[in-house]
């Protein structure tokens, strides 16, 4: 059973801008996928010296909740728009438990106007579903790859996001099947 994919909506993103990966989270991973509204306690994970959010206290907070979803086959995704940090990185677009229950994602480095560029609602919600897919792909024991066009490629820079496609190549789908026929 692959379980359910909650995705937990701490962001500012209103729910019908989430519907393309909504969609796309269940095509790729062959899952129900719900959206619920999210509230973490972002204070708690606040670092003053780095004016940034432990990424790794927002997935505490979230495990600490899994009563709400507690079944052990479900997968949670968060959406916060705070700026994340852990601590070895200057930031992330997110962070997953590798083989776990947990991932983050924040839409704060996802927007054009970070950059200086025009807003562009197609890219920003592009973004976040690939992100989205990436971590929750982490979740299921996938780890990077090396295919230009694979979602599970890691991004250092945005412009990296959008040469990345929101599917899985092949190799990764395959590795995919096998971990969640676990
Ligand atoms: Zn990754
Ligand atoms: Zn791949």
């Known amino acids: 059973m692959s379980g359910t994919i909650h995705v937990l909506n701490g ?8 519907g393309a990966t909504v969609r796309r989270l269940h095509e790729v991973f062959h899952a129900a996928v ?16 780095r004016s940034q959010y432990h990424s790794s206290g927002v997935l505490k907070q979230m495990l600490d909740d899994l009563s709400a979803h507690g079944n052990p086959a479900d997968k949670l995704i968060g959406l916060v728009d705070v700026d994340l940090f852990i ?3 200057t930031f992330v677009y997110g962070e997953a ?17 970070l950059y ?10 592009d973004r976040i579903e690939k992100e ?9 024991g996938l780890v990077h790859c ?3 066009e694979c979602v599970m490629r890691s991004s250092t ?12 190549c092949p190799a990764c789908d395959e590795k995919r099947r096998g971990l969640m026929s676990d």
């Not at 719900?34 to 010296?49: A, G, M």
């Open 116 to 125: 200086g560029l025009p807003p562009n609602e197609r890219i920003f919600r």
């Open 97 to 113: 438990q590798l083989k776990g229950r947990c991932a983050v994602v924040s839409t704060f480095r996802l927007r054009n106007e």
């Open 132 to 140: 989205c897919v990436h971590e929750v792909g982490h979740t299921y």
């Open 34 to 49: 719900e959206l619920h509204p999210f509230q973490p306690d972002l204070t708690r994970v606040f670092d003053p010296s």
């Open 11 to 18: 962001s500012g993103v209103d729910t019908g801008a989430l």
């Open 157 to 168: 820079y945005v412009e990296e996001i959008d040469l990345k496609g929101s599917l899985m």
């Open 87 to 89: 601590p070895v990185l």
């Open 146 to 148: 090396r295919d230009t």
